[in-house]
């Protein structure tokens, strides 16, 4: 994955930073081989290798086809903690998620928005390694909102723009299933331990829909992955 | 979670470990409180806070009810490298999966296998942290297969008894919808960079059908929760 900076002159591509350590030492390239490069937020291709040291990577690079195409699902997470960020970002980028929204709700300890981990510069490295994981290009957007009320009544329903809006609740029995939905979607996951009660109904009140994964407690991480994949099925 | 070696008598739990600390330090319990416990293999129920000093945690416990259902879907999974299989096994056994094979094939790395994360004592410390995210009881079984042809020949048709044998492939292009399946079934997952083409013949020839989640690459721990989340749903 390169960008603009990355290029000596146009095709001509020259690293030497975690990119160029990652072909020497675990892929083991030579010059000659061919490698799978893209541009960040543009094509995909292939990258010859045409000099590789102790000190950097040059590579031709010849980009011939788009990136695969994202989920018509927008994540809207309830911040969790700092270790999870990290594994639901990159997981959720890996799948699709075109963008994030990270808001406030009353189980979200205050101390999470003070975390290094939502550093612009920390969060674009976690988006990168999705897109490197999945062979992908385009960045994900990623928003914050600090407050609830705002958020669910102001923001979502622009953001949704007519689309469903999803809210998954653990243990909700009457929960209707994801799939049912297909299409466009905002998928709403409130904090460890639920959201309130004044909030679900702040949010029935914008039209969202509640659903579940089952009688199981899963991890912010887990049950991620495992709605975006329902979702997308 | 607590087990026969744990109980001064019956209904009377005493631990003094991790759980031990996780009462005092985490959920900050106190006397007279009611903590979500279980017994290992056995029901679940409400556990009152007797004592809970430094040196341990005492509770009266009270069993009422079972754990949940399991998964209809046994994992057969190339043995991925150490950390994955930690992610794996913890995430699959919150799932509900009862049942795993780590199985050997041509592109798993024969170090992997000798692994400190593949003894009993590891793998069991996996499996329970699975279990207590998820409020189940229930440890899942581990097998081995360290031979890929008797696996798929012999034991593949054993384990799955007439339930269908689906093979997640990556790119596969004319692969079915795992969902349209429902019901019980294997899943098998190879290992990074797939399954060979003699691989992929002989799982043919025992009736195996071919699963894919999309064009996207997916780490082994990202794949096996979306294709268990949509086999479940």
């Known amino acids: 994955m390169f960008e603009e900076k990355d290029e000596l002159a146009p095709g001509r591509v020259r690293v030497a930073d975690r990119r160029h350590r990652h072909a020497r030492e675990v892929l083991r390239a030579q010059p000659g081989d061919a490698l799978v490069v893209g541009r960040i937020g543009g094509r995909l291709g292939r990258g010859t290798v045409l000099a590789l040291d102790a000190h950097a990577l ?10 695969p195409a994202k989920l018509d699902v927008v994540l809207a997470l309830a911040l969790p903690r700092p270790p999870s960020v990290r594994k639901v970002l990159q997981q959720a ?8 929204v990270l808001f406030a709700s009353a189980r979200v300890e205050k101390s999470y928005w003070q975390s290094t981990g939502l ?17 992908d290009t385009v960045l994900p957007e990623i928003s914050f909102a600090r407050r609830f009320r705002p958020f669910v009544e102001d923001e979502l329903p622009r953001i949704a723009r007519g689309a469903r809006i999803l809210v998954a609740h653990p243990g909700e029995p009457a929960a209707g299933d994801a799939r049912a939905a297909g299409g466009a979607a905002v998928l709403v996951i409130g904090p460890e331990g639920g959201l309130q009660d004044h909030e679900l109904a702040r949010l029935d009140a914008v039209g969202a829909t509640r659903i579940a994964l089952g ?9 991620v992955v495992a709605l975006l994949a329902r979702l997308a099925g």
Chains 1, 2 share one sequence.
Do not use: I
């Not at 040059?58 to 990136?67: F, K, M, N, T």
């Not at 550093?119 to 062979?135: A, D, H, K, N, W």
């Not at 009688?215 to 049950?223: F, H, I, S």
């Open 58 to 67: 040059e590579l031709e690079v010849a980009l011939d086809r788009d990136p």
């Open 93 to 100: 980028t890996a799948l699709g998620v075109p963008r994030f």
């Open 119 to 135: 550093e612009p510069e920390r969060l674009r490295e976690q988006l990168l390694l999705g897109l490197e994981q999945s062979v």
């Open 215 to 223: 009688p199981r407690v899963l991890r912010v991480e887990t049950a």
